[in-house]
């Protein structure tokens, strides 16, 4: 971490001084928590009938959210695979020698960064029937989150067949290899090669978004818990509310943060690996990270 | 070492929970279905909608997924609950069509239209109002109840509202696409209008004191009431008349002859009266009412 | 065409309640970020720990869960926001805070190590040193992510529309509701909004990104 080298390492004075400070801030943390805590309690929030209904198989609790969270995961895979296909398609066409299909790439990739994603599913769901396309719930957010991840996708793919060594192209080339070889052969998958963790790191951001579903009526996890919040509310009132969407959000958290993991466990891996030496550190940017597309300025 | 102690902590945490049911399990499923008779045999003109659906066995029925007594998803079947589902199931049986065979798609209240246009679904019995602006773009069998528009208050009625005029000034929630909405905002337009895609939370916002008011049709809020442990009233001044039909694809005469038919005999045979008892029936605790006359224009 | 001036007073309102979501949502994110950005590399572990706790819980969490848990669930401690608009921008806020630390964390991270060291050796504070020498430099590299994550905050916007916020993509549900067969001018209006937003600050980033480029 470069921003160690600004200061230096705490004296005993400093140290002290830091103790009392962490302490002095854990407590107003905790008085903040236990704060929330007693209210929770006074609302009897914290009762164990309240929660015992997530673990309790004859409410049909788990058994749905388990399926909503499949629901959740193959929604975010067959987009991941879809968007990795032509995402790949257009960081080559984005590259070509021609003119002609460089220019309008560009222009697809620009404009499905620069809508939001909830518009294009909505487009999906919405128009594309009118003009004989057939559309479900599943389609329509699968191919929402397959348009705009190609185009995030694109520029990852670009940026990475950019960074692989030029020797790399010109041996190939003067192995004898044609264009298509090249590019296939050698750039590509050393390119995909390098660009393995971040492609992890997006089915993250896939997988957020894919909550977008509960727009369109996909029973995804948080469709689900709002399901089921539905369902409770008309025997019980809100007695379940604040424990089903509790254990929705719980869940996405667990399973991102199992994925950033593993991101960086193939990160590590990748680096390790003598063939992908001299890797830079890739993350993704930020924006990319809020999901949507992030932004739509793009290094040139 | 470490982590299989964590995950082995989870899981007894689990277990204790698990050990202690809860009162959601208890309930569970005391299912009072009476699935109608599947016609068999029967016999459709070659080309119409109704040999089509029989021959492929399956229709697609658009309802509501969150609207107590008429259409609710039951997560523990999967399946949605409700007089707007028993209605379907009977069409469905007149036309060779077991209650198993039937694809349930979600409607909501904005997405009704175009979902028939699209072809998306077959039917939409989703609490759907007639008027001429939808007769425009869909066809509707029916009516086949009669509703209208009411206001849902706190308990106690805070706010002293009895009808809709004293709505002006005070924020009141609906939803987007629905005839109240549209309704409150051409003639009422000094009532702040909130709206949200379903009226669940509707009623939470009712609950946290966001809105003041919730308005729609007598029905859906009759379920929502029911619904809130007395933390809702009724205010029980309708003062509209929202006739549910049945949403169809626009032009196909045929189709929407034989719905209407199947809903008449429906109507006279008891089937009808049967299936507002075992659902709607039983959260209002009413009589089944008098089934409106079918309008066929 | 007829249909878009009908409806033109519902469109504008619509555009500008999501230009305010996006405006106001950007500076408090933009305060809130960088008060994280700072303790994510201050001297105390603690504060670095809360920092990276806070950007972890929101980098994982979909957005459309943290509206719901503001707008539905915090009710349960007692909390509730004034209106509608108020949760979005707080949700809007929250989030994207994260992304803004991370923006300028990597910001901070490529000014040279070198050029800190400088600063220490010349006897400035952590503080001195952050604000004089670091901060100015690593603005300027950030200046593209922040941007975008102003573009993806615009954009995400969008996801108001289903918590009772008459943005852009609400009206496009109203009017596609009532305007069935003029469903392809209800998406041209409602993306021609958003682009609005979007390509002028595409613009403005790349403009102001070749005035303060330090070549190195």
Known sequence: MSSSVLFDLPGPRARRRQRIGTVVGALVIAALVGLALSRLYVNGQLEPDRWAVLFDPASGVPQALWEGLLNTLSVAAVGMVLATVFGALLAVGRLSDHRWVRVPVGLVIEFFRAVPLLILILFCLLFLPTVGVPMSAFRALVLGLTLYNMAVLAEIFRAGILSVDRGQQEAAFALGMRKTQVMTLVLLPQAVRRMLPVLVAQLVVLLKDSSLGFIVAYFELLRTARSLVEFFNFSFGNRYTFQLYVAAGLIYIVVNVLLSTLAKYVEKRTRRSAKAAAVDEVELPADVQMGGGGGTVTKA | MRSTRRIAAFAALGLTLAACSSEAGNQAAEESSAAPTVAEDVDFPAGSTMAALNEAGTITVGTKYDQPGFGLLNPQSGDPEGFDVEIAKLIAAELGIAEDDITWTETVSANREPFIQNGQVDMVVATYTINDARKQVVDFAGPYYLAGQDIMVAEGNPEGIEGPDDLAGKTVCSVEGSTPAQNIRDNYPEAQLTTYDVYSKCADDLRNGNVQAVTTDNVILTGLVAGSDGAFELVGNPFTEEPYGIGLALGDTDFRNFVNDVLEEAFEDGRYADAWDRTAGSITGEEAPEPPAVDRY | ?216
């Open chain 3, 1 to 216: 065409m007829q249909f878009l001036s009908d409806n033109s007073d519902l469109l504008w309102s619509a555009f500008l309640t999501t230009l305010s979501l996006a405006v106001v949502s950007g500076v408090c994110a933009l305060v809130l970020g960088t008060v994280l950005a700072g303790m994510r590399v201050s001297p105390v572990p603690p504060l670095r720990g809360l920092a990276t706790f806070y950007v972890e819980v929101f980098r994982n969490t979909p957005l459309t869960v943290v509206f719901f848990f503001l707008a539905f669930g915090i009710v349960e401690i007692d909390l509730q926001f004034p209106s509608r608009f108020i949760t979005a921008v707080a949700a809007l806020s929250l989030y994207t805070a994260a992304f803004v630390c991370e923006a300028l964390r990597s910001g901070i991270n490529a000014v040279p190590p070198g050029q800190a060291e400088a600063a220490r050796a010349l006897g400035l504070t952590f503080g001195q040193a952050l604000r004089q020498v670091v901060l100015p430099q690593a603005f300027r590299t950030v200046v593209p992510p922040l941007g975008n994550v102003w573009i993806a905050l615009a954009k995400n916007t969008s996801i108001a529309a289903g918590f009772a916020v008459t943005e852009l993509t609400a009206s496009l549900q109203r009017l596609a509701n009532v305007n069935a067969d003029q469903l392809l001018a209800v998406f041209a209006a409602v993306v021609a909004g958003y682009l609005v937003i979007t390509l002028p600050s595409a613009w403005l980033i790349r403009v102001i990104e070749n005035r303060v480029a330090i070549v190195r």
